[in-house]
């Protein structure tokens, strides 16, 4: 594995989609559980607030991308090569064709009721052959954790998709990777609700531009104020750095 660059003290590895996806897919079939985060500016700035999320991606993570605009920029900015962006949904789709071709099973976890079930059926759809091999939808209590656990290790799934938003997500992963079975462990925030169709994804353009932020925020007012840390990430990087 390459030497992460570092962004405002959090560990980045600085590879492209492709090379990603090889390396998913090479600890799989060795047996080895990989844990993996794609890190955008807003969990960089998390990190800054929060010491355990940041021990989360920067120790216990075996693979943090660089997600997002955002995230690029700042590495090339900080004068590292970036190739390119490795965004958590494109990544997730890329593994989900690849477990089509490769016979890998997923797990689903995570969203509101429904939407895991609705997002399996589209990627029957658009990955034929792929094998869903369960959901649970994302709303639990603690009493409900250890059920959920063996539901997921009773499926036989490879790769577990969960989607219970950063750094929620990030955090249950961690607290209960050592019971967990399957051999990648990602978080996809709002991912089932794009495979969906419940949440539309920037078009391709703005994609381009760097501009899904701004999608983002027009399509969900609400995410104001948790935007605001992406000027503060980009403050922060540009006076303060690595
Ligand atoms: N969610 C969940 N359980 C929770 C909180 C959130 O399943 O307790 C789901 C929510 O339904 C949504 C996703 O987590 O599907 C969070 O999406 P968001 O776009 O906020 O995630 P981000 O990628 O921005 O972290």
């Known amino acids: 594995m390459i030497e992460p660059i570092k962004i405002l003290g ?17 600890r799989l079939q060795a047996g080895e559980q990989t844990f993996v985060v794609t890190a955008n500016a807003e969990i960089i700035m998390m990190c800054q607030q929060d010491a355990s999320y940041n021990k989360i991606i920067s120790e216990d993570a075996q693979l943090v991308l660089p997600d997002g605009a955002g995230a690029v920029w700042a590495g090339r900015h900080l004068g590292y090569k970036v190739p390119e962006r490795v965004a958590g ?39 034929p052959g792929v094998q869903v091999v369960g959901c649970h939808n994302g709303y639990f209590t603690e009493a409900e954790v250890p059920e959920i656990i063996a539901a997921i290790n009773a499926s036989g799934a490879d790769m577990l998709f969960v989607a219970l938003g950063a750094p929620k997500q990030e955090k249950w992963l961690v607290e209960h990777r050592e019971q967990l079975k399957p051999r990648i462990l990602m978080g996809i925030g709002g991912s089932f609700d794009v495979l969906a169709g419940k949440m539309e994804r920037a078009p391709k353009w703005m994609q381009e531009a760097s501009l899904e932020w701004a999608f983002r925020l027009y399509k969900q007012p609400s995410r104001f104020m948790r935007m605001m840390a992406l000027p503060k990430f980009v403050l922060k990087v540009m006076f303060s750095g690595k």
Do not use: I, R, W
């Open 10 to 26: 959090v560990p980045v590895h600085a590879l492209t989609m492709q090379e990603s996806v090889e390396y998913l897919e090479g």
């Open 89 to 127: 949904f494109d990544l997730y789709c890329n593994l989900l064709a690849a477990a089509a071709q490769k016979g890998y099973k997923s797990y689903f976890f995570g969203g509101a009721p429904g939407v895991a079930e609705a997002a399996k059926a589209k990627a029957e759809e658009l990955y």
